[in-house]
């Protein structure tokens, strides 16, 4: 590997062992090169979600993910100067991982910055296919799978993952203004959000919450197909991922209030308990 290469993988891999996200912390289920991709992938999707999320102001960001949109066309073309999108370049290539769903991903960013909400379901659909799908689709090309069959139950995946995270988010979301369930649900069961800017919250938020959890679930069910289509290692991945986030999302149905009072997450032995499981996997 030329030494560009290598600083841009080493790169990557920094960028993923300084991160808690549960992404990150589960490659090593892979062999070394889909490890490398999927440590290239995190940082790709990192870099973005850094700009969604900084504290600059609007204009800045948007600016920010105007220069790095260019500099992604770049690195397609064969110019890449950034470490990271050095080894994304080389992933893209050596996996051959679809162009399209990088900007899929950079336009979610920028849905994000534009964000108004959503009037529907549909749109807040479109949106997750954006900003989680996508990263799902590309994992199938780093993991060499090549079904066809196996894209719906994975952009599926990708959106019950999302929704999970919205759901976990409602009260960070909503101080930042960002309100991502769909308007005319929350007209449906007349919510607002101020009903979950504070510790206390209403039976129609709950009632609300508990109908998101069933969509999620249903989602979380027609994913988990996309493992019949993986070999094992990227089996582990996959059901490691879908487990962890289907234990918040659990959590969650359990006590839909419980996004008011405290972020949900797995505890660590719970998260080791499930590691161990997907670890002695035959099949």
């Known amino acids: 590997m030329m030494p560009n290469l290598e600083a841009g993988y080493l790169a990557c891999r920094g960028v993923a062992r300084r991160s808690a996200s549960n992404f990150a912390c589960i490659n090593w289920l892979l062999p070394i090169e889909q490890r490398r991709g999927m440590q290239a992938l995190y940082a790709f999707a990192r870099r973005c979600d ?5 504290e600059e102001p609007l204009d800045t960001r948007r600016e920010r993910l105007a220069r790095w949109r260019h500099e992604v066309r770049d690195a397609m073309a064969g110019r890449a100067v950034d470490p990271v999108l050095v080894a994304v370049a080389d992933t893209v290539s050596r996996f051959v991982v679809p162009q399209h769903l990088l900007w899929r991903i950079i336009d979610g960013v920028e849905m994000d910055l534009n964000h108004t909400g959503f009037a529907t379901y549909a749109e ?15 994992c199938l090309a780093i993991w060499n799978c090549r079904r066809d069959e196996a894209i719906l139950p994975a952009a599926d995946c990708g959106v019950a993952f999302q929704l999970t995270n919205i759901l976990r988010d409602l009260q960070e979301d909503g101080r930042q203004e960002r309100v991502y369930l769909p308007h005319d649900e929350l007209a449906r069961f007349g919510c607002a959000p101020i009903d979950w800017l504070g510790q206390v919250g209403t039976k ?5 919450l508990r109908f998101q959890c069933e969509r999620a679930v249903g989602l979380f069910d027609a994913g988990l197909r996309t493992e019949r289509y993986l070999d094992l290692g990227a089996k582990r991945v996959f059901r490691l991922m879908w487990t962890t986030y289907r ?3 659990a959590q969650i149905e359990r006590d839909p209030l419980v996004v008011l009072r405290r972020r949900v997450r797995l505890s660590r ?4 308990w499930l590691a161990s499981q997907v670890f002695f996997m035959r099949s």
């Open 204 to 208: 129609n938020l709950e009632r609300l």
């Open 50 to 54: 850094d700009i969604a999320d900084s």
């Open 269 to 272: 032995p719970r998260k080791l």
């Open 247 to 249: 234990g918040i999302l």
């Open 124 to 138: 807040l659909r479109r949106y997750c296919e954006h900003v989680a799908s996508a990263v799902g689709l590309a």
